[in-house]
């Protein structure tokens, strides 16, 4: 099919523009990232394209009649933005309201669009401009005038909505209704998936802020121990005092180390609350500095990791409870994986906890 007069010269007026084009994705998507960066989202993808000159030509076919210039088509410069939760879609448009201009005019919210029966391709679309505080380019006039367009959707709306496209609108045969109807009922299925994920997260989100506020608070039976508590645990420092007394023996300097590898030690021990763990301190804190002693007595040694006061608690813990030397090497393969030196290790330490009675 031939393009008319007007069609030939608004396709006249793409090329030449290009340029233009180009800077306004570029900038465009170089802030977006940047927006994403500074507030710590993470997206599933980021995408930008500038539409081709074929398929600006075949949407000229098709309805070439409806654009009066260029400017009337506003996604010649198209940035998807595809997140991994539905919910997460308001919050890119909130950020994507303060960086651009809206056309609010000619904005489309899909999701708002489907009617009660019907599932389907749901995404909000943000026409914009660049705002002249973003970018301004005294040779590009036209920089802060042409309008773009910002597609957010969550993955499984878009998910469906390539598999639309490519089963639905890629076809010159109409689908018959049973296939439009198991198309719909994947829709709702995905929908319902989508609003689930988003469910579950807010719930999770709620849980670990509870529990973070039981472990502020001190309220340590209450708190299950798992990964997210025992971390939220530890940032309290709970060892620390140990910790200081024991690098005093030699006046050694203290270096962090993570105590996350002692978690899995910790429910091999079968600590169920964090008030178990604070009762290990509690109970056996002398005991374990007294193994100190023995083990960095006459050694010199002068710095001391972190980790040292809660590896003692639990050697100490372990052997108080009747596991013997056996429990030590199972307790350091969990620590440093399975290797013939810590039968040497569960030795050395059940011998210096022998001698000072701890056993």
């Known amino acids: 099919m031939k393009l008319d007069m007007h069609c030939e010269m608004i396709l006249d007026d793409y090329r030449e523009k290009l340029p233009l084009f180009e800077k306004i994705r570029s900038v465009a998507l170089e802030r977006i990232e940047q927006c994403l960066n500074e507030n710590k989202i993470v997206v599933a993808s980021i995408n930008s394209r500038i539409k081709t000159e074929e398929s600006l030509t075949g949407k000229l076919e098709l309805k070439g009649y409806k654009y009066r210039t260029l400017d009337d088509i506003t996604d010649i410069v198209g940035i998807r933005v595809v997140t991994f939760f539905s919910d997460e879609v308001d919050v890119i448009s909130a950020l994507a309201e303060q960086l651009f ?8 919210d899909k999701r708002k669009m489907m009617e009660i029966d019907r599932f389907g391709y749901m995404s909000l679309h943000y026409i914009c401009r660049l705002p002249q505080k973003l970018c301004n380019d005294l040779a590009m006039p036209e920089l802060n005038e042409v309008r773009f367009e910002l597609q957010m959707r969550s993955v499984l709306q878009h998910v469906w909505a390539n598999m639309y496209h490519d089963m639905g609108y890629k076809t010159d045969v109409e689908i018959p209704r049973e296939y439009q109807r198991n198309m719909s009922r994947l829709a709702g299925m995905l929908e319902l998936a989508d609003e689930q994920f988003s469910s579950i997260r807010k719930d999770i989100t709620e849980y670990r802020r509870k529990v973070q506020s039981l472990v ?33 023996i030699n006046q050694a300097e203290v270096y962090e180390d993570s105590l996350m590898p002692y978690y899995n030690v910790l429910r091999l021990l079968n600590m169920q609350t964090i008030g178990d763990v604070v ?15 023995m083990q960095l007595a ?62």
Do not use: H
């Open 216 to 248: 502020a608070n001190g309220n340590f039976d209450e708190v299950p121990f798992n990964g997210d508590t025992f971390r939220s645990f530890i940032v309290l420092n709970p060892f620390e005092r140990l910790v200081d007394k024991m690098a005093a």
């Open 279 to 293: 009762r290990m301190r509690d109970d056996y804190s002398e005991s374990a500095y007294q193994l100190a002693l």
């Open 101 to 108: 201009e809206i056309d609010w005019e000619n904005t489309v």
């Open 298 to 359: 006459g050694t010199g040694l002068d710095i001391l990791a972190s980790s040292v006061a809660l590896q003692n608690l639990c050697i100490v813990y372990i052997l108080k409870k009747g596991y013997g030397e056996a429990g030590l090497v199972q307790m350091f393969a969990v620590l440093y994986g399975q290797n013939d030196y810590n039968i040497q290790r569960a030795k050395r330490n059940f011998d210096q906890a022998k001698r000072i009675n701890i056993i």
